[in-house]
Each structure stands twice: as C-alpha cells, then as structure tokens.
C-alpha cells in the first residue's frame, strides 16, 4: 500500500522491459525462472496499466526482495515509491512459492502501486479520509482493469458504519490501524470503506477509477457520501 520508502539497495541487479526495470535486491537467490516471470508479469502489467493511466511514468523501477514482512494469505506485499518506484517483497518460504505467488499476486499488486504513483503525483494526500480514498481508488483499479479479486475489496455489508467510524477520525489518527488491521481485530477497513465509497462516486460521478485517479477526496466523497 502506499508509503514513501527509504530505498537501500544491498545488491541488485535485474532486467529491464517494456517500460519497467526489475531489480532483485538481498540476499535471497532469486532462480532465473523466477527473475524471467516477475520481469514478464511487471512488463505486461506496464504495458496494460499505461491504457488507462497514461499519466504513469514512462520508466518505472520494480525492486523486488525477500522478507516475512508480507500479507500472509497473500505471501508478498507492495508498496508505492514516489515517484516511479515499486517495491515487492515476496516470502520465499511461503508454501506457495516464489513462482506461484508471483503469477498469482503480482499483477493486481502492481495495478494497485501504479495508481497511487499516478495519484500521488497529483494529489497530496493528508488526513486519514484522504487516504482512505486513495486506497479506495486503488483498489477499484485493481480489481475493475486487472481482473482480480482482492481481499480488501470486499466489504461487508454494514460498511456504511464502517464509514461512519472512520468520519468521525481525528485527521492525524493512527493510519496503521485503520489501513492495516485495527487494535479489535479487523483488517483493511479504511480500504474497504475506500472502495465502498469509490464504487459510489463512480456510480454518481459515471467515471471510472482510472478517470477519478486525480479527483481531489471532497469530490470523491460527495456532499451526502459520509451520511449514507
């Protein structure tokens, strides 16, 4: 998900594609066939991403390691490096393997970081409700022009309180806990009300996430969209 990263590279050394070069960083010895799957699925995703985001830059760095710090059920997570960077950590003792979780996970994550480099190039996100929209955002990209099913786009039914929970924020609340998983137990609510409320306004707005990537938030939002 979005944050600006310090980037140390300790050895990289990858391929470039289409648009996007893939460096492989740490000390995990990614397999040739692992290199050459993640380059293709990056360089495809690019390649796909740009039709409908063709603010993204033209030359993109995805840096791709090795670590436990992942989504579990997922095995890897991304994140968003301002401007045109990409990082990917993938568990290579996940049980699925490098290769599996790269050719399941990989694309959609991509799409996910694509539109919030575009999207942070554009809007300065601040407060807890902005972000909550730029993950909203991303996520509708990601499942509506990627083709996947995330986890954190499936809200449940009583979003509208979840909605309701995150309005009545301080803007400086702990983002972690209401982006990540929250001190009671549930994960991604901000991301999930984000998409509820994005699938909203390109209801009433009849744009899509990728039309909507530079809407300031109090337009995604809408003047009635907290009430509901």
Known sequence: MWRVLAVSLLCACGSSTKGIQTQFVGSYPFSATERRTIARIAGLAAIDARRSLPAL??????????????????????????????????????????????????????????????????????????????????????????????????????????????????????????????PDGRRWIGLKAGTYLVDLAMKRLNRSSAELVSTPTDEILGQDALAR
């Open 57 to 182: 830059a033209s030359r993109i760095t995805l840096r791709v390691q090795s670590g436990k710090d992942v989504i579990p059920e997922l095995g890897a997570t991304a994140a968003a490096v301002s401007p045109d960077w990409v990082s990917w950590t993938v568990d290579p003792d996940n049980a699925q393997g490098v290769l599996r979780i790269a050719e399941t996970h990989l694309r959609g994550a991509l799409f996910h970081e694509f539109h919030h480099l575009v999207r942070g190039s554009a809007v300065n996100s601040r407060t807890l409700m902005d972000h909550v929209v730029t993950e909203g955002l991303a996520t509708a990209f990601e499942r509506d022009f990627a083709g996947v099913s995330p986890l954190w786009a499936e809200y449940p039914g009583d979003v509208s309180n979840w909605v309701d929970e995150l309005a009545k924020q301080p803007p400086t609340a702990n983002r972690a806990d209401w982006l990540s998983r929250h």
